[in-house]
């Protein structure tokens, strides 16, 4: 989240009430050794997570506690483009090496893209949720969370996707998967140009499932919290653990979605 809304144009607004304080936590977690040791030692899945923690941060920060040649070096070292990933797994590696400014030799995106579910004209309804999550997260590293939506697709692919992203929306709406209907949310705007007509259904789907308090919660998963805890602070912490991931892509979608239209009315202008 920080580093993409640090990434966003002016146009989008400005979310330093939210990413300052984030960074504030990620600086303060990331300086213990126990975090970001896991570059060097842990296992060699997790490098990718602490790499993106390591670019979300200020990059004078970054530097003072793992230098990019160290990171260069660990590369190699540890295999990290050699072992075994799923095709949306490697994106995201490829996607956050070159962001990183690390050399690799990892096929191209054109190449990567075209191993993923979302590139294979899936059946939607025989989709499971984990699915329909390699799916918006291979589109979010192939746009780069929509900053450069034809970097690999066609334009006939993409409005492919943005019918699939459709489809699926539908479905999780039915389904109530709030988490997953702000995500697909976020994928159209990766794809398409904010404000085509297709917009509105899941805003308006997560605007009515939205509680007072914040939280997205299905009524099976509010009775769920319900009966597992009798004390208010902890049903409260067991709604934020259900929601905050909801809440979080909400605001990057409508993030993207308003650098969208802002450079959109820019352009119009000039």
Do not use: K
Not at 12 to 27: C, H, I, M, Q
Not at 190 to 215: I, K, N, V, Y
Not at 217 to 236: G, Y
């Amino acid at each position: 989240m920080c580093l993409l809304l640090r990434r966003l144009p002016p146009t989008a607004g400005d979310y330093g009430w939210l990413v300052e304080p984030a960074t504030r936590l990620l600086v303060r977690a990331f300086r213990r050794e126990q975090v970001h040791s896991f570059l060097f030692e842990g296992p060699v899945a997790a490098f990718a997570g602490h790499l993106l923690i390591w670019l979300a941060l200020p990059p004078e920060i970054a530097e003072s506690i793992v230098t990019r040649s160290e990171l260069q070096r660990l590369l190699g070292l540890r295999n990290v483009t050699r072992v075994e990933r799923t095709p949306t797994r490697l994106l995201e590696l490829r996607y956050l090496l070159d962001l990183a400014d690390l050399r690799h030799e990892l096929p191209g995106w054109r190449a990567l893209y075209r191993r993923t579910l979302a590139a294979s004209r899936p059946v939607t309804e025989s989709l499971e949720p984990s699915d329909v999550y390699a799916i918006t997260h291979t589109v979010f590293y192939i746009t780069d969370f929509g900053r450069e939506p034809a970097r690999a697709l066609s334009g006939a692919e993409r409005a492919r996707l943005i019918q699939l992203t459709d489809e699926l929306q539908e479905g999780m709406i039915r389904a109530r998967h709030w988490d997953l209907v702000a995500e697909l949310i976020l994928t159209r705007c990766c794809l398409a140009r904010a404000g085509s007509p297709g917009d509105s259904a899941g805003w308006e789907a997560l605007a009515r499932a939205q509680a007072a308090e914040g939280q997205f919660l299905s009524p099976a998963v509010r009775h769920l919290v319900e009966s597992v805890s009798s004390e208010p602070h902890e049903r409260q912490e067991l709604m934020f653990l259900t929601s905050y991931h909801t809440c979080l892509v909400a605001v990057l979608a409508g993030a993207v979605a308003g650098g969208v239209q802002g450079g959109a009315r820019l352009s119009r202008r000039s």
